[in-house]
DNA sequence: TTAAATTTGATTGGATTGGTCAAGATTCAC
DNA sequence: GTGAATCTTGACCAATCCAATCAAATTTAA
């Protein structure tokens, strides 16, 4: 899996529309300046994340976005899949978006058989965080910064 | 982390080194067609794996390529690393290709923290795979092919 | 009505990707 | 030495993707 911008600033704006109350909408406005995403761009992520069914809006002079449903029920491996596609590295080993790949016999490739341990470990993680997570580090770090990010020990 | 078609001519190419005895060389016309890879793509991608030392190659009529080392000092961390760069979704994660990300404050990041978990999982595989079992599971598959692919049972 | 906000889709410049090609250098068999 | 088979080097190309911008349309509160 590779994050682009793209992604990391709909994850980032997600993080804040769930940090916010369910009922009331932030503006793309509030959210570029908090998280110094560029506001043009972030137009038209939001606008995907809706689209995608993760956010609703408001128009208008008092408009803005909020989430949709519940942040514990929108896992980041969602997210990501609807803006970059397949989580696996190659597509031979994706499960939402396979592709076939130039290999003679698949059925006998050894690298397959080593990517999809790759993308059973990424998908394992990201399947089961989910916005309400990030959320919750959100708050974590703002106590506790960094701390070399162990939440291991 | 992402494997573009180039990555995986590399490893696949390096399998069927690693399959062929140490002592003698493999041309690329034989893995070009033993693997279905163009050959002239092939040529430039082994080429790459000689300047970064995982190969080496012999000239002139009875040339060809083979490892440089032994294919258990090959780890595909580092083949994946000098070809497709890091092995982290994103550039703030990455211990070997840092990139500073756009994000007001790195240590209160939450996204960061999460991506963190899913570089330590990919690095984890790929750091204690080597070539050599890439050798090891494709002569396991010769006689049993797929299996669902199952390594953990 | 009007100002402030989202919505939509076109467009752009630059980077990356997958791949080809040609000319040169090296080695070995004869 | 000649020639054939091989690697070496680096230029080149078309297509796609990416981050970002822009303009115009639409909606709503006040
Ligand atoms: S089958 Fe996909 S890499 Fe071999
Ligand atoms: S610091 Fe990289 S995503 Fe926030």
Redesign the interface.
């Given at each position: 899996?590779?994050?682009s911008?793209r992604g990391?600033y709909a994850?980032?704006a997600l993080?804040v529309l769930g940090e916010s109350p369910r009922d009331c909408v932030v503006r793309i406005q509030t959210i570029s300046d908090?998280?110094?995403?560029p506001k043009r761009f972030l137009e038209q992520i939001l606008n995907e994340l809706r689209t995608a069914g993760f956010v609703e809006s408001r128009r208008g002079i008092a408009g803005g976005y909020r989430l949709s449903r519940a942040p514990e029920s929108i896992p980041?491996a969602a997210v990501i899949r609807h803006l970059e596609g397949k989580l696996a590295?190659?597509g031979c080993?994706s499960e939402k978006f396979y592709e076939r790949?130039?290999?003679?016999?698949e059925?006998?490739?050894?690298?397959?058989?080593?990517?999809?341990?790759?993308r059973d470990?990424?998908a394992n993680?990201?399947e089961n965080?989910t916005v309400a997570?990030?959320?919750?580090?959100?708050g974590a770090?703002?106590v506790k910064?960094?701390m070399g990010?162990d939440?291991s020990i």
């Amino acid at each position: 899996m590779k994050l682009s911008v793209r992604g990391e600033y709909a994850l980032r704006a997600l993080t804040v529309l769930g940090e916010s109350p369910r009922d009331c909408v932030v503006r793309i406005q509030t959210i570029s300046d908090r998280e110094n995403i560029p506001k043009r761009f972030l137009e038209q992520i939001l606008n995907e994340l809706r689209t995608a069914g993760f956010v609703e809006s408001r128009r208008g002079i008092a408009g803005g976005y909020r989430l949709s449903r519940a942040p514990e029920s929108i896992p980041l491996a969602a997210v990501i899949r609807h803006l970059e596609g397949k989580l696996a590295p190659v597509g031979c080993v994706s499960e939402k978006f396979y592709e076939r790949c130039s290999c003679p016999d698949e059925s006998r490739c050894a690298l397959r058989s080593v990517m999809k341990e790759v993308r059973d470990a990424i998908a394992n993680l990201l399947e089961n965080l989910t916005v309400a997570d990030l959320v919750k580090r959100a708050g974590a770090l703002r106590v506790k910064p960094d701390m070399g990010l162990d939440y291991s020990i």
